[in-house]
């Protein structure tokens, strides 16, 4: 894997992979600690995105940041992906072993590859025509994120990302937020044995990442057409739907990469 030490940080969660393998330490529990930070709402966000990746027209999808394979396990179950081929990637080969042995009988359908999405240059461009991250873009640079989502896909490809957002009423914001302060680094602290890590970044990229109404302003300014997003339990989160604009080959704000 090639990796650009000065592409590092910058991102919402203010979390830095080559600095902290926490996803690699915390890979055996990671389900759980989902279940115990959403309060196993995860679940039905999870379910919900795998069925909108289904139901767009693809026949090649990459999904960026898979983790342990909680979207694409999903996703298989789908009968319309029976003769489509799936890419899962991540940075972290500890989530990428469970991923695999999650998979079981369907690990000959998935092409596992550890790749930071922020810099991919083993992709080609507009090799896929459709890509999706999950609970990710608040941990890594989501402007190099979505140059490399809209590089890799094809003219017509279709991006989709579940992602953080925020409560459109303010208090009902604020007491989740508080709520979120007080029980994360708890249930984070029991079940991860006092590893701080991981609920800090969640925290930290909750709270910092923009809106659903700003992510599709971003998404529109990285050359994305038809934006639009649903805002899942409240609007805890959002899942984001853009098209790479036919004809189009480079994102407005795709940035001269060396070696890149
Ligand atoms: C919160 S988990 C989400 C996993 C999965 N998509 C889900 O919805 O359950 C974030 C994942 O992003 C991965 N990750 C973080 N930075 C990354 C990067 N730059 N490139 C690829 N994966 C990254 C982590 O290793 C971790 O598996």
Known sequence: MNVDAQTKVDNAADFDWLQDD???????????????????????WKRRVARRIADEHWTRLLDG???TG???????????????TVIASDVSAGMLGIAQRRL???????????LDAEHMPSVADECVDAYSISLAL??????????????????????????????????????????????MPLLGWLATGGDAS??????????????AEGLADELRAHGFEDVAFERQSLGIVAIHTARKPWGSQRSPVSEARPGG
């Open 22 to 44: 926490v996803f690699g330490r915390i890979a055996s529990r990671y389900d759980l600690l989902c279940d115990l930070f959403s309060l196993g709402i995860h679940r039905l």
């Open 65 to 67: 940041a898979t983790g």
């Open 70 to 84: 909680d979207i694409i396990l999903r996703l298989l179950a789908h009968e319309s992906t029976a003769d489509r």
């Open 104 to 114: 079981g009988d369907n690990a000959e359908r998935v092409r596992l590859e550890r």
């Open 138 to 183: 608040k941990i890594c640079n989501r402007g190099k994120v979505l140059n490399e989502a809209f590089r890799v896909l094809s003219p017509g490809g279709r991006l989709v990302v579940l992602e953080a957002s925020n409560i459109p009423w303010g208090p009902l914001q604020a007491a989740y937020l508080g709520y979120m302060s007080v029980c």
């Open 198 to 211: 991981a609920y800090r970044y969640l925290l930290h990229g909750i709270r910092e990442f923009p809106s």
